[in-house]
C-alpha cells in the first residue's frame, strides 16, 4: 500500500442516529478498502400514526352526539312548565283591621275663667294633684270689689227712692180722702176731687217705679259678687293636672270666648284609645270586639284593650272618610300619658282550626286563560303533574292566608302560587351558599 492511498482514506463521523432493537442495523458502504457506516432512513408509518387516531376520535364523537340528539327529540318531548306550589292545610287564622289614634283619658276638664283680668296666685303646677273644690289660681280682685261698692250704693239709693215714693204715695191718699169728705158736704168742687184722686194714683206708680230701681240695684250687687268670686279659680273634680296655661301676671281675655287655664284628667288609671278606622274596614268594627296597641315609647309591649263605642259621625279629610272608634284599655301602671300614637290593631275574626290556603294562590293567572271575575278560582296540581281549575268560597283571611269556606279542595292539595323563573331555577340548581344573594337591578 502506498502512501497515497492511506491518505486518501477519511473516517466520516456518525451523527444523529439512535438505536433501537426494532430498526435495521446501518449499511456499510464500501469504498475501496475503508467501510462507512450510514444512518438507516425513518419509517413512514411513524409520521402518520398521531393524525390517524385523531380523526377517529372526532368521528366517534360526532357519532354520539348525534346519536344523543336524535334520543333528545325523540323521547323527551315538550318540557315540564315549573310551576310554584303550595300546600292546602289547617291552621288558625285571625282577621284584624288597623288604625291609628292617640291615647286619652276617660274624662278630662278644661278649667277656664268667666272674668278677665290678671293672674295673682297659682296654687296648681303640671302633674298636680287635686280635690274638688281646691283653690287653683285667683285673678286680681280690686276691680271686682269696686264694682260690687259701687253696686251697693246704687242698691241703698234706690232704696231711699222707694221709702221716699211710699211717703209720697200716703200723702196723696190722705188727700184723697179729705177731699172724698168735703164732697159730701158740698164744700169742694168735683174738680178738685179729680185732682186729688190722679196725684194718688202717680204717687203709686212712683212707688212701683222706686222698687224697680231697687230691684234693678240689687241685681246689680249680685253680678258684682258673682264676677268677685269667679276671680278665684276651683278645682271641678279630683283628678290631675295635665295642662297649665297661664303664669303669674299674666292676663286673661274672657270677651269672646272663655280662656282655658288648666286642664285636669280625673282618672289616669283608665284611659282610652279614640282610632281612626276607614270606611272600608269599619265594617268588621262592633262594640266588644279585643284590640291590642302599641306606642312608640314601649315599641316592644303591646297593650290590651276593648272597643266600647263606633261612633257613626263621619270625619271626610281630603276625600278619606274615616269613624272614629273609642278603645278602653287599662293603665294601672301609668305607662300610657295623654296623647301618645297608638298604633291599634282591632281582632274581627278568629278561627283556630280553619281549611286555608296562601293568598298567592288567589292572584294567580294562568297566562292565556280568560279570568271570570265573579267566581273564585284557584289553580291545583296532582300527582301526576297535571293541572286543574277549581272553584272555592272564601270566608275570613289575614295577611298570609285564606279560609276555604266551601269547595273540593282538601287538606294536602297543592295549589300554584305562580311559574318559576330561570333565575329561580338557577338558584334551586345552585348548592348552599353559592346563590350569590339578591342581585340589585
Not at 306550589?85 to 276638664?109: E, Q, W, Y
Not at 279630683?238 to 270677651?255: F, L
Not at 278619606?320 to 305607662?335: F, G, M, P, Q, S
Amino acid at each position: 500500500m502506498t502512501p497515497d492511498s492511506r491518505d486518501s482514506t477519511r473516517h466520516v463521523p456518525v451523527t444523529g442516529i439512535v438505536p433501537s432493537p426494532s430498526r435495521q442495523p446501518p449499511a456499510l458502504h464500501s469504498s475501496g478498502d475503508s467501510r462507512i457506516l450510514t444512518p438507516s432512513p425513518e419509517p413512514r408509518r411513524s409520521q402518520w400514526k398521531a393524525p390517524r387516531w385523531g380523526w377517529l376520535t372526532g368521528i366517534g364523537g360526532l357519532i354520539l352526539l348525534a346519536v344523543g340528539g336524535t334520543w333528545y327529540w325523540w323521547f323527551s318531548g315538550t318540557p315540564p312548565v315549573p310551576y310554584k306550589t303550595a300546600l292546602v292545610d289547617r291552621g288558625p287564622i285571625t282577621a284584624i283591621v288597623t288604625a291609628t289614634g292617640t291615647v286619652n283619658p276617660v274624662m278630662s276638664v278644661e278649667v277656664g275663667s268667666q272674668v278677665s283680668g290678671k293672674i295673682t296666685q297659682l296654687m296648681a303646677d303640671f302633674n298636680s294633684v287635686v280635690t274638688k273644690g281646691q283653690v287653683l289660681a285667683t285673678i286680681d280682685q280690686q276691680p271686682f270689689k269696686a264694682r260690687v261698692s259701687q253696686a251697693r250704693a246704687a242698691l241703698k239709693s234706690g232704696r231711699g227712692n222707694l221709702a221716699k215714693a211710699k211717703n209720697m204715695a200716703n200723702q196723696r191718699k190722705l188727700e184723697l180722702d179729705r177731699m172724698t169728705t168735703l164732697l159730701r158736704q158740698q164744700f169742694v168742687s168735683q174738680a178738685d176731687f179729680d185732682l186729688a184722686a190722679t196725684n194718688f194714683r202717680d204717687a203709686q206708680a212712683q212707688v212701683e217705679v222706686a222698687q224697680a230701681q231697687v230691684d234693678q240695684a240689687a241685681a246689680t250687687l249680685a253680678s258684682a259678687e258673682l264676677d268677685l268670686g269667679y276671680t278665684t279659680i276651683y278645682s271641678p273634680v279630683n283628678g290631675i293636672v295635665v295642662s297649665r296655661n297661664v303664669d303669674v301676671g299674666q292676663t286673661v281675655a274672657a270677651s269672646f270666648q272663655t280662656p282655658t287655664l288648666f286642664v285636669i284628667a280625673q282618672d289616669l288609671t283608665q284611659m282610652q284609645v279614640y282610632a281612626n278606622v276607614s270606611e272600608s274596614d269599619i265594617g268588621g268594627v262592633a262594640e266588644g270586639k279585643q284590640a291590642s296597641f302599641r306606642v312608640d315609647a314601649y315599641p316592644k309591649e303591646f297593650f290590651e284593650g276593648t272597643v266600647t263605642q263606633v261612633r257613626n259621625a263621619p270625619i271626610s279629610i281630603q276625600n278619606v272618610v274615616t269613624y272614629d272608634v273609642v278603645i278602653a284599655v287599662d293603665n294601672r301602671e301609668l305607662k300610657l300619658k295623654p296623647g301618645m300614637t297608638a298604633n291599634v290593631t282591632i281582632v274581627t275574626a278568629r278561627k283556630e282550626n280553619a281549611l286555608r290556603l296562601p293568598n298567592g294562590a288567589l292572584r294567580f293567572r294562568m297566562p292565556g286563560i280568560p279570568v271570570d271575575r265573579k267566581v273564585t278560582q284557584v289553580w291545583v296540581i296532582n300527582h301526576e303533574e297535571q293541572v286543574r281549575q277549581t272553584a272555592i268560597t272564601t270566608g275570613i283571611a289575614d295577611s298570609l292566608s285564606t279560609e276555604i269556606a266551601e269547595g273540593t279542595l282538601k287538606e294536602g292539595d297543592r295549589v300554584i302560587l305562580g311559574i318559576e323563573t330561570m333565575e329561580e331555577q338557577a338558584q334551586k340548581k345552585l348548592p348552599p351558599g353559592f346563590d350569590g344573594g339578591p342581585r340589585m337591578r
